[in-house]
């Protein structure tokens, strides 16, 4: 009779312990998947990481999603060509007739608007070219010309040489071997420093002018031509021709970039610095609808 009872004692122990646990089981939140490969390949230009919204960006995305970015940044031009060899699983690029090729392919897919800023021309204070009277780029452009003043040019096929080269074809210039124009084939933030250095001018995103303007001698000499607008566009790899590319972290880090979360985070970046935005959010609109600053 006490082995009985010590039977039955022992099975109901066991009864409520087990219920016990499936209530605590039921109550706790569920957790996060943790993805089944962690790292995104991020190629990118170097204004976002000059500018340090990737600082802000990349951090957050992280500890959204438990994927961890590993941003490489280059050209646009470089940052297209690496996606073009599987090299990269996301490309955030600012080169919209250069990304078009590789999206008319397939090899780049789930294209997504992000944000745009502007370039502007930026020179000696003292204005030797007479720049600060032009109208917009391409006078600009001519004028520097014509005067033979330094302009460095990034000469790295970035986003931002190739809307400088279209400029210089629109102003029927063809500036490369002229004594005045030199290359420097670095990122935004080195060719700034030349300029500053030889104070001359160039061609700079708003957002990473802005970011270094306090260590450089240069000030804005045009800006707002529509022209010089500089559109962002982030996109995947695409993992059906590239099977080694994390489709799935691409696909949750280009989803990240238009979400409202990341939005409002662009949207903010810069104003409590600078008293303005450095790039202005654009996820959901129609690139024929961005217009002057």
């Known amino acids: 009779m006490l082995l009985r009872k010590a039977f039955i004692a022992t099975v109901t122990l066991l009864v409520l312990a087990v219920a016990g646990c499936q209530a605590r089981t039921e109550k706790a939140p569920p957790q996060a998947v943790k993805p089944a490969v962690k790292d995104v390949i991020l190629a990118t230009t170097t204004s976002t990481q000059d500018s340090g919204l990737l600082d802000v960006l990349i951090p ?9 970015v590993k941003p490489i940044a280059v050209g646009s031009g470089q940052a297209l060509k690496m996606g073009e060899r599987g090299e ?3 490309l955030l690029t600012h080169a919209m007739k250069a990304e078009k090729p590789l999206v008319d392919s397939g090899v780049a897919v ?36 014509e005067k033979g003043a330094v ?13 400088e080269m279209e400029i210089w074809t629109a102003a029927g210039i063809t500036p490369k071997g002229r004594k005045w124009y030199q290359e420097t084939g670095s990122g ?17 995103d708003r957002a990473t002018y802005l970011a270094q303007k306090k260590n450089l001698k240069l000030v804005t000499v045009v800006q707002g031509d529509k022209s010089l607008l500089n559109i962002y566009h982030v996109m995947q790899v695409n993992p059906e021709k590239f099977p080694k590319v994390n489709g799935a972290g ?25 008293g303005e935005p450095l790039f202005y959010p654009d996820a959901g609109k129609n690139v024929e609808d961005l217009g002057r600053r």
Do not use: C, W
Not at 250 to 274: C, H, R, T, W
């Open 250 to 274: 691409a696909n949750a880090f280009v989803e990240y970039m238009v979400s409202p979360e990341a939005q409002k985070i662009i949207g903010g970046f810069g104003l409590d610095k600078f």
């Open 88 to 90: 990269a699983d996301v």
């Open 188 to 204: 935004m933030g080195q060719t700034l420093n030349i300029t500053n250095e030889k104070q001359g001018y160039t061609l700079a």
């Open 151 to 163: 302009f460095v040019s990034r000469g790295d096929d970035s986003g931002t040489h190739k809307q």
């Open 60 to 68: 957050d995305f992280e500890k959204k999603t438990g994927y961890r």
């Open 110 to 145: 789930n294209y997504r608007l992000v944000m745009h800023n502007d370039f502007v021309v930026v020179g000696p204070e003292n204005d030797p070219a007479g720049v600060k009277q032009a109208g917009d780029g391409i006078e600009a452009f001519k004028k520097i010309a």
